[in-house]
């Protein structure tokens, strides 16, 4: 009698935690969204709405995209275009769209020891930084920032490597804060940058470079990718982030605080439409 009795008051716990089980969503995202202070924003506004609990695992893109393709996150939010379309190819991401975008800078020591506000392109720019052998400090994470520096390195003709060339192997914050101690160039999402630049002794250098713009898209992970996959929960944050006013929330975040928004929400809008 006993046994049953417990296993009687045992059941609404049960149900209570499957319940908890079934709406906590795993947001698979980069380290920017976090590090700028948009998620403290938006999720508290997203778990208010829905009732779900929202897991954030901050990471570079590459490996956000990553772990939602292994099934360890129910939804994404990422900022790698060209790599984001790979996974939606193979079928293990879908319905992506468009969230938001900002750009991405150069900063270095106001000194530019490398003389890069001499010239208007990142490309160009990163060639002074090689032939001058000014220190650089690279993320090296395989993130979406990690990914465009690669690649403006080689339309830049330059394989970087030496003493002058180092990788954090970390988020965008702890790449700024190393970069800042070395004297030393870097690409960073304007958003970080603004969030940490009153600790950091180093300035914007080159800016509004085509190629340095920075988009956003959020992601449904597909439910075959695994057997614990909330497919509702992370649906319902996909489309938390393009609507009407989440989008209004993001266009006024950072103006009080940085008299300029951190971000530009693009819902429902085509990616070669943007920064034309």
């Known amino acids: 009698m006993l046994l049953l009795l417990a296993f009687i008051l045992a059941i609404p716990f049960q149900l209570c935690a499957g319940e908890a089980a079934r709406k906590s969503v795993i947001l698979s995202t980069t380290t920017s969204t976090q590090d700028s202070g948009l998620l403290d924003v938006l999720v508290p506004l997203f778990e208010k709405q829905t009732g779900h609990s929202v897991k954030t695992i901050s990471v570079g893109t590459g490996q956000a995209l990553a772990l939602a393709a292994k099934g360890e996150a129910d939804v994404a939010l990422v900022h790698a275009p060209g790599i984001e379309k790979k996974f939606v190819a193979a079928g293990k991401l879908l319905n992506r769209r468009l969230v938001m975008y900002n750009d991405f800078v150069i900063i270095g020591p106001r000194s530019d020891p490398a003389k890069i506000t001499s010239v208007k392109s990142s490309t160009d720019a990163l060639k002074l930084v090689h032939q001058s052998q000014s220190r650089f400090v690279s993320r090296g994470d395989n993130s979406g920032t990690h990914a465009l520096e690669s690649s403006l390195w080689k339309i830049a003709g330059v394989e970087p490597n030496g003493s002058w060339y180092m990788e954090s192997g970390q988020g ?11 004297s030393a160039y870097t690409l960073t999402d304007r958003a970080t940058y603004l969030a940490y630049q009153k600790r950091l002794a180093l300035v914007i250098l080159l800016e509004g ?21 909330n497919t509702a929960g992370g649906k319902a944050f996909a489309d938390f982030m393009v609507a009407p006013q989440t989008q209004t929330v993001i266009k006024s975040f950072g103006v009080e605080k940085y008299r300029q928004p951190l971000f530009v929400p693009i819902a429902g809008r085509r990616e070669e439409e943007i920064g034309g």
């Open 172 to 182: 965008m914050g702890a790449t700024l804060s190393i970069a800042s101690d070395r």
């Open 209 to 229: 470079d085509k190629p340095l713009l920075n988009i956003y898209s959020v992601l449904e992970v597909n439910s075959a990718n695994g057997p614990r996959i």
